[in-house]
């Protein structure tokens, strides 16, 4: 059986569900005194939150951060960092023509097969909710990376077989924040979208 950590110097474990009270990440492996911005955190959280556009979940959550554990001061402490982010917009009962039925193009089906049980609202364990925790886990990861001058930039770069150029130093990535799809090349991202 899978967990839910991942890594092996820099864990994550993820917890929480869709539906549940909250959704959270454990980071351990961080290496104390690092400068970490919750500013940073927020930001990319802001980034991925639904209901920002037509194509995305129409759920409406702030994805507010709550660091618990594992900063003081700003710096990493170099114990475990906890962080939560509380669910305020689950509407269970949005579900209820699903308890019976399998989701097409979700993982409801292969969670209950898997584990012998599922939670259909909104798929528990199984949403695109639970990425959240692994943003905000990410971005200190990044804020760690950046004090070695390494930056990592992310876009949408194919949707089915409409793609854009491989080669990203051809790509103007200050384009990225220019659609909603986020993807460098506006032209296409239109086609993408539609």
């Known amino acids: 059986?899978?967990?839910?950590?991942?890594?092996?110097?820099?864990?994550?474990?993820?917890?929480?569900?869709?539906?549940?009270?909250?959704?959270?990440?454990?980071?351990?492996?961080?290496?104390?005194g690092i400068e970490i911005s919750i500013e940073k955190i927020q930001t990319a959280l802001n980034r991925r939150k639904p209901g920002q556009s037509e194509i995305s979940s129409p759920r409406k959550e702030r994805d507010q951060i709550q660091i618990l554990s594992g900063l003081f001061e700003s710096k990493t402490t170099g114990t475990p960092i906890s962080m939560m982010i509380e669910n305020?917009?689950?509407?269970?009962?949005?579900?209820?023509?699903?308890?019976?039925?399998?989701r097409p193009s979700h993982a409801d089906f292969t969670y209950q097969n898997k584990y012998g049980i599922r939670d259909h609202r909104g798929g528990g364990r199984s949403s695109a909710r639970e990425t959240a925790a692994r943003v905000a886990?990410?971005?200190?990861?990044?804020?760690?990376?950046?004090?070695?001058?390494?930056?990592?930039?992310?876009?949408?770069?194919?949707v089915g077989n409409i793609s854009i150029s491989p080669d990203y130093k051809k790509l103007n990535l200050e384009l990225i924040e220019s659609n909603i799809l986020r993807c460098p090349d506006p032209e296409k991202a239109k086609e993408m979208i539609k």
């Open 137 to 158: 886990a990410g971005s200190i990861a990044m804020q760690f990376l950046e004090q070695y001058s390494i930056k990592i930039t992310a876009y949408v770069s194919a």
């Open 88 to 102: 305020e917009d689950a509407q269970s009962s949005d579900y209820s023509d699903v308890e019976k039925n399998f």
């Open 1 to 32: 059986m899978a967990g839910n950590s991942f890594g092996k110097i820099f864990t994550i474990s993820t917890f929480g569900e869709s539906h549940g009270k909250a959704i959270g990440v454990v980071l351990d492996g961080c290496p104390a």
